[in-house]
């Protein structure tokens, strides 16, 4: 199973946390083999997924385990380790699409608002909030990006998404002028003469994390009085929404979330079909 994660890494370019997710999975399903001399057949895996299932586990969750054991038994079969892919009748549970939580126009222009602009925290926060919102990045995409990363001029910022995948994302006038305000002394008043070459920093000179930015939205949530949930995929998912409530193409709204298939932006389709029929219901004299 470690060849296995090395060629995940370096032949798949796999995120570092696609990589700490397969490594969960095989944990478990190694916990399962036991001391097992070979891979088990067709209804070991079987009596493995349904172990998963009475652990009380999600369908979600069960599902990505029972895709990276298929995953390693392809590999197997192409390597030469095993000579029959036992999984390819595994079956996963059918999972419901979730619609996506969102925030409207007003609960956004709130939470931006709340960060403390006289304080140089303040204005990297909002810049961080503006141009979240203003770009659907992905927390991880956010706190890794570069001070080369956004071109003020042009008005875009480039990441690396999942399987080290470079995306250009156009940002709007009000994120460009929120990273100004940060970039025109409080980055450099956090930074303290050090150097670093990511744009949003700490006042220990290292860039802001995921779970650090995490907690920071839900403070200012709360301060906003916007308490359903807030986390930086809900912003990624208000940024969808209001695209396409706006009237883009599906197409574009794929390209700039960084999703290898279009199945996976349709489920903002639901969101939209969602909303009319609670339109309907509301206003209709004969719904």
Request: a positive charge; charged letters at 25%; proline letters at 3%.
């Amino acid at each position: 199973m470690t060849a296995y994660l090395h060629f995940c890494r370096l032949e798949k370019g796999l995120s570092p946390r696609s990589i700490e997710a397969y490594c969960a999975d095989l944990e478990s399903f190694s916990r399962f083999l036991g001391k097992r001399a070979e891979y088990p057949g067709l209804d070991e895996l079987r009596r493995y997924a349904e172990q998963l299932q009475a652990s009380g586990l999600s369908d979600r969750s069960i599902a990505r385990r029972l895709t990276t054991v298929r995953n390693l038994y392809r590999y197997l079969v192409r390597e030469g380790a095993i000579e029959a892919d036992a999984s390819e009748h595994l079956r996963s549970p059918r999972q419901w699409h979730t619609i996506p939580k969102f925030l409207n126009l007003e609960e956004i222009n709130r939470i931006v608002e709340a960060p403390d602009r006289s304080r140089p925290t303040g204005l990297r926060d909002r810049a961080m909030l503006e141009l979240l919102y203003a770009s659907g990045l992905r927390v991880s995409e956010l706190c890794a990006l570069g001070v080369s990363d956004l071109n003020l001029a042009l008005g875009v910022v480039q990441t690396v998404g999942k399987g080290s995948k470079q995306r250009l994302v156009p940002v709007g006038k009000e994120a460009i002028q929120a990273a100004r305000e940060y970039l025109a002394g409080a980055r450099s008043a956090l930074l303290k003469k050090r150097a670093s070459r990511y744009l949003f920093v700490t006042a220990r000179g290292g860039c802001l994390t995921r779970q650090g930015f995490w907690k920071l939205l839900g403070g200012y949530g709360r301060k906003a009085g916007v308490f359903r949930g807030v986390s930086p995929h809900v912003l990624r998912h208000s940024f969808a929404t209001h695209l396409l409530e706006g009237g883009a193409d599906l197409r574009s709204v794929q390209a700039m979330l960084g999703h290898a298939d279009i199945s996976t932006t349709q489920i903002y389709t639901h969101v939209m079909r969602s909303r009319l029929r609670e339109t309907v219901e509301k206003h209709h004299p004969r719904a």
